[in-house]
């Protein structure tokens, strides 16, 4: 069997090396990749949106099935380019990946389907952004309606702030057309969880609860990025609130898109903030996590090539998605100065220097002859396994120390709020 993973993070390294390690031993590529998935796929030279160059390799190459990790290609119809072509490909088409590429969109089904979020408003036109923001109650989010790679979140605590935003956004165009529009949001005080789930359309099944870190600093300080770290699963996702997560979030959005003629087939993930017990759904993304998915996929016992089948040939409800009692927790290491400028081109140390408890996950990594250098912002998500969170987390750290480029930051207290700090 052969199978193309389209994307090059380390959402897509996890998803590699998950796929590699099926029974029914697939032949595996990827477009782009990175130097971390060499040994696991064939690295295509073709970009993660160039959705006619991939279609052409798929039909060249006779791939029997594509994956795809990030949401850009989704946004731009991946699935529905091969589904017309009759390929077989895990994702959402355009119309429901509007879930994720427009906020505004997202928040009119889950009113459609009484899905409790945020209240919201969203605005065409500045001025009246502006006088409604001048009367909201403080803090107040201010959201491009666009994909805006995660920093179209602005939660202003002053006026101020929030004026400055609406006119970054509808005047100065900082997000370009994904900020054309806004939605001005009720600000949540709470705890973040993520819920993916697998779905056909129909089935919803969920994965295990997870948390992400999304500030670059210890003790969640500092400016948002994509993600630093998570771990798996999240004490905060008890079976009790995964089973009204299924039943409240993810199981009436699923119905509600195929009612509206655009079911969701791939993988759904519920960004959620918890507030007293009670889950509301921050955002929807239309493709997993990152980096959720390198301490998600670690612990499913289930062969995924199996799973995504299932999703494709819409009989999940025929399938059994069975998990490990582990836990999993996940360090990311950035180039020197990220969310903002950084440099590439550093050499990566110790990458030979396995351990069986953690697994190191590229996201920004390239080949340079002999060497591994950096090439991102996000360089490498490090997973450490263990029978409890501490133990995981003590893993993930062990391995870190072991690794080292020029400039090389991460946090030291993933998983914080499970089970303390790290010194
Ligand atoms: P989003 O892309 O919508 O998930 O927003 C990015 C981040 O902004 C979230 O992970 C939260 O940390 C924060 N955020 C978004 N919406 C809200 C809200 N209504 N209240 C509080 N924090 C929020
Ligand atoms: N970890 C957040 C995201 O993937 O959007």
Redo the contacts with the bound molecule.
Sequence with gaps: MKILVVGSGGREHAIVWKLAQSPRKPQLFCAPGNAGMESLAACLPIKADDIAALKEFVIKEQIDLTVVGPEAPLALGIADEFRKAKLKIFGPTKNAARLEAS?IFSKDVMATAKIPT?RSQSFEKMDAALAYVDQHELPV?I?ADGLAQ?KG?I?ATTREQAREAIIDSMEKSVFGHAGERVLV????DGE?LTIMAFTDGKTVVPMLPAQDH?RVGDGDTGL?TGGMGAYCPAPLGTSALRVQVTREVLQPIVVAMSRMGCPFQGVLYA?L?VVKGTPYV??FNARMGDPETQVVLPLLKSDLIDVIEAVVEHRLDQCTVEWHDDYAVCVVMTSGGYPGAYENGKVIRGLSEGTPSATVFHAGTVRNGHDIVTAGGRVLGVTGYGKSIAEAQQEAYRRVKTLSFEGCHFRTDIAHRAVGPRA
Excluded: D, R, Y
Aim: glycine share 12%.
């Design positions: 906020k945020a989010v959201k995660g979140v939660i949001e009720q600000f949540l973040e999304k948002n960004g903030m921050l955002e």
